[in-house]
């Protein structure tokens, strides 16, 4: 029987998948988390299937060697094209991005007219539309790749002219060509853009009780709640009843610990004090 006192282990691309691991932090306080941000590698966003397939399976193995009781996969990129393959590796609980924004998004559209916006890759993966048209065959999907917001967000550009720029260049057409009412943040940097794109597009955060414009879903959010209902539902919840310390969780990265940390403190406001370099080959 797995330890339910184990740590879950979180990955992303880089420092984006902190936004997963802050809803994690926030909404699990009585977990510990091990964190992987595959710096050296990032983009992962126009990178191939198969690569993707081969650096998510070699840094799964690593947070397993770590003794890790669930994985999360936090890259929205990763989930699209390697979601699968790790499961099919490991025997512990492994949970993407995904699923938990598509059924979020189907929750939220009321008229079914449903908006993305990810990377190339996880545009291209179509994983989204399909779960989406699962979900509700009547839903209509409409994706395009933002790639540029990646950057201006790692530039600490949130509020700034250019970025306002760029939303209206992405998405201005798509949502009034499509009569969107559900947009979903399918990147792991989008959500650090939530409160920008809400002011420029008229649209409000999903679940905010709001009954009119657009709906954002931030799947980094839905995440951390269907990572607390697979925990439930395998028995894994920590029984601690205290929350966990700051430096009880643990970082890795693949290169460069010092820009990570001080994107963790200042961005997401997440302490992280143990940040250990570990290069994946
Ligand atoms: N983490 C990636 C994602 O959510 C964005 C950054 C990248 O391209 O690696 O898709």
Redesign the pocket.
Known sequence: MTDNSLPIGVF???V??LTVAREILRNLPNEKIIYFG?TAR??????SADTIIRYSKQIARFLLSKEVKAITI???????LALSAVREELDIPVIG?VKPGATAATRETRNNHIGVI??K??VNSGLYEKLICDLNPGAEVFSTAC?LF?NLVEEGMIDDPITVQMIHRYLDDMIDKNDIDTLIL?????PLLLSVLARELGAHRAGDGSASGISLVNPAYETAIALKDMLKANDLLSDRTEPVAPEEHSYYVSDDAATFRRFAEDVLGIRADNVELKVLE
Do not use: E, L, Q
């Open positions: 992303d691309s880089g984006g998948g595959d990032v983009p992962y966003g126009n990178k936090a890259c929205n990129t990763a989930s699209a991005v990810g990377t890759g996880t790639p990646v399918g990147c792991t940097h989008y």
